[in-house]
């Protein structure tokens, strides 16, 4: 089945800094990726749409030029959390589809834990 | 934008007991209704999913349920195990191409 790969797992990184957190479609092309934040028990929020080619679409509330998104390629999503805070420690998740949306065609990364200290 | 509302946030039943979460959306255009179970730190895993044309789905212990016209759907879990215990999300897909999820749903199956 087609796969979805995020990377890092985990990151820690220090208050101020940048980390750049990678999404790619491993056995497809996906001209749409989403990305999703979750906090300890609470659900999964989607932050953004990324679209190949062109600029993100981003949730109301989410700040675009805090959390960049690059989306260059077909296969490659990234997202880069500026300037991080404590307060952005999170579960980040990517995700991406086939074609049209039925069954199984909605496929998840692993997440990536950040921990900002 | 849809609004996904999901209840109850918690749920404790016995074993063998069954189990239903509920979710209510509130765009009409919505076509698409995934459910996920997700331990915790990994990713969601679908469990069953179920189509706006259609109105029940079943797949052994879990079924779905969708009532387009009151915009609502459910999960009914029966004969639950232990192992059935763990965060379960619905969620919807519109037509913006977006899903969005329900606040979550804490089970918890006990011996």
Redesign the interface.
Same mark, same amino acid.
């Given at each position: 089945g087609a796969v979805v790969s995020q990377h890092p797992s985990w990151v820690i990184c220090k208050s101020g800094t940048s980390v750049k957190i990678e999404c790619r479609s491993l056995d497809f092309q996906a001209t749409?990726m989403?990305w999703?934040r979750q906090f300890p028990?609470?659900?999964?929020?989607?932050m953004a749409?990324s679209n190949e080619g062109s600029k993100a679409t981003y949730e109301?509330g989410v700040e675009k030029d805090k959390f960049l998104i690059n989306h260059a390629s077909l296969t490659l999503s990234t997202l880069t959390v500026t300037s991080a805070h404590p307060e952005d420690s999170s579960?980040y998740?990517c995700?991406a589809g086939i074609g049209a949306?039925? !069954?199984?065609t909605?496929y998840? !990364?692993? !997440?990536s834990?950040l921990t900002v200290v | 934008g849809e609004n996904v509302e999901q209840h109850p946030s918690t749920l404790s039943v016995q074993e063998g007991d069954s189990a239903v979460i509920k979710c209510t959306y509130s765009d009409s255009a919505s076509n698409y209704f995934p459910w996920y179970k997700q331990e915790l730190g990994k990713r969601p895993q679908l469990i069953i999913d179920i189509r706006s044309n259609v109105g029940e789905k079943k797949d052994q212990r879990i079924a779905v349920t969708l009532n387009k016209t009151a915009k609502h759907f459910s999960l009914h879990i029966t004969e639950t195990q232990p192992e059935d215990s763990a965060v379960y999300f619905c969620a919807v897909y519109n037509q913006g191409g977006k899903l969005i999820f329900g606040q979550g749903t804490e089970l918890s199956v006990k011996p």
């Open positions: 749409t989403f999703y028990k609470q659900s999964l929020m989607l749409t109301q579960f998740i995700s949306i039925s !069954g199984n909605i998840f !990364g692993e !997440g834990w | -």
